[in-house]
C-alpha cells in the first residue's frame, strides 16, 4: 500500500507570494490532518477533515486554508506569505472512519517551504 | 499555552542502555496519548500509544508508562540501539479529534 504522498517536497516563494501544497492521503483513509513543523514551534495543528468536512481547525491565522476533495486528496494554501511561515508542512491521513479518533496518523514526509 | 511539556530536550545514551523520555499535560479531557518517532528527512511514525485506562503498555523494546493523577507519561526504550537515535515526540488528544497537541520532541542519540 502505497504512504501519504505529499508534493511539491522542497518550493521556495518570496514574501507576499502564495503557495498550495497537495496531499494524497493512504488508500482508503478518509480522514486528512495538517501540521506545521518549525524548529522553534515544533509540531503544530493546522486543520483535519473527514469525507470533505473541516472537523477542526487550528490557531493559524486565515491566511492558512485547506481542503478535502470527494477522492479524500487535500490541499492547502497560504496566502501573503511572511517569513515565519518557512516551515516543513506535513499531512497525516487516518483510517478512522467516524466516532472517536484513532490516533492512528500516518504521515507524509512533508513539503519543506522557504519563504524569502 | 503548551499543553504537553517534553523533557529532556535531547538524550544520549550508551547502546545497551535504557532511554526515558517524560511529558506533562495539563488538560485533563486528553484522553490518548500517542509517541512518535521521526528521523531526519522523515514525517513522525506512530511508535506506540496508550489511552488512560491502563497505567502501562509495552511493545517489544518500547514502553509506555502513564500516571492519570500526576498527569504524565513516559516513555522507556530498554536495550537501546544505534538505529533508535531519532528525535521522539510525545503527543496527546481528545476523543473524537484527530487533532494531536505535540511535545517539542527530544533528540535521542545511542552511541555504539
Known amino acids: 500500500k502505497a504512504g501519504v504522498t505529499q508534493t511539491p517536497r522542497y518550493l521556495i516563494k518570496t514574501r507576499g507570494q502564495q503557495v498550495t501544497l497537495s496531499c494524497s492521503p493512504i488508500?482508503?483513509?478518509?480522514?486528512v490532518s495538517w501540521y506545521q513543523q518549525t524548529p522553534g514551534q515544533g509540531l503544530q495543528f493546522l486543520f483535519e477533515?473527514?469525507?470533505?468536512?473541516?472537523?477542526n481547525k487550528g490557531n493559524f491565522p486565515g491566511r492558512f486554508s485547506g481542503r478535502q476533495f470527494s477522492n479524500s486528496r487535500s490541499e492547502m494554501n497560504v496566502s501573503t506569505l511572511e517569513l515565519g511561515d518557512s516551515a516543513l508542512y506535513l499531512c497525516?491521513?487516518?483510517?478512522?472512519?467516524?466516532?472517536?479518533?484513532?490516533?492512528?496518523?500516518?504521515f507524509g514526509e512533508g513539503s519543506r517551504l522557504t519563504v524569502l | 499555552q503548551q499543553q504537553v511539556k517534553q523533557s529532556p530536550q535531547s538524550l544520549i545514551v550508551q547502546k545497551g542502555g535504557i532511554s526515558i523520555i517524560n511529558c506533562a499535560y495539563e488538560?485533563?479531557?486528553?484522553?490518548?496519548f500517542p509517541w512518535y518517532q521521526q528521523f531526519p528527512g522523515k514525517g513522525p511514525a506512530l511508535l506506540i500509544a496508550?489511552?488512560?485506562?491502563?497505567s502501562e503498555k509495552k511493545e517489544g523494546r518500547f514502553t509506555i508508562s502513564f500516571n492519570k493523577s500526576a498527569k504524565q507519561f513516559s516513555l522507556h526504550i530498554m536495550d537501546s540501539q544505534p538505529g533508535d537515535s531519532a528525535t521522539y515526540f510525545c503527543?496527546?488528544?481528545?476523543?473524537?479529534?484527530?487533532?494531536?497537541?505535540f511535545g517539542k520532541g527530544t533528540k535521542l542519540t545511542v552511541n555504539p
Open positions: 497525516a491521513s487516518s483510517p478512522r472512519t467516524s466516532g472517536a479518533n484513532t490516533g492512528e496518523l500516518f
Open positions: 488508500s482508503g483513509h478518509r480522514s
Open positions: 477533515y473527514f469525507s470533505e468536512t473541516q472537523r
Open positions: 488538560n485533563t479531557a486528553f484522553d490518548y
Open positions: 496508550i489511552r488512560p485506562d491502563v
Open positions: 503527543a496527546a488528544a481528545q476523543g473524537g479529534s484527530e487533532k494531536l497537541v
